[in-house]
């Protein structure tokens, strides 16, 4: 069986690109399964971010969202929840 370079190239590119995807949807739901929470400090002070980027464009498309802690700052990708967040006092 004769493969071309190019096909070559295009099936390392899918099966690379399939892999990085998958880790970030289980990475996604590993990190949101407990939200409203912060997966790096452990608060409970989550909002939902603004999209900015195209990774946040491509992210849309796994079904993940970017969301920000208001303790940290930190910002990071779970999965899209319609589980109410809480509201910050005032």
Not at 21 to 35: E, K, M, Q, T
Not at 76 to 89: A, K, N
């Amino acid at each position: 069986m004769h493969l071309s370079l190019r096909y070559l190239a295009a099936l390392i590119f899918t099966l690379v690109f399939g892999v990085v995807a998958g880790a970030s949807v289980i990475r996604a739901a590993a990190h949101s399964w407990n939200l409203p929470m912060c997966w790096r400090c452990g608060a409970s002070k989550v909002r939902r971010s603004a999209m900015h980027s195209m990774t946040d464009l491509v992210a849309k498309f796994l079904f993940m969202v970017p969301y920000r802690c208001r303790g940290c700052r930190s910002r990071f990708y779970g999965l899209r929840t319609w589980r109410p967040l809480p509201q910050p006092h005032s």
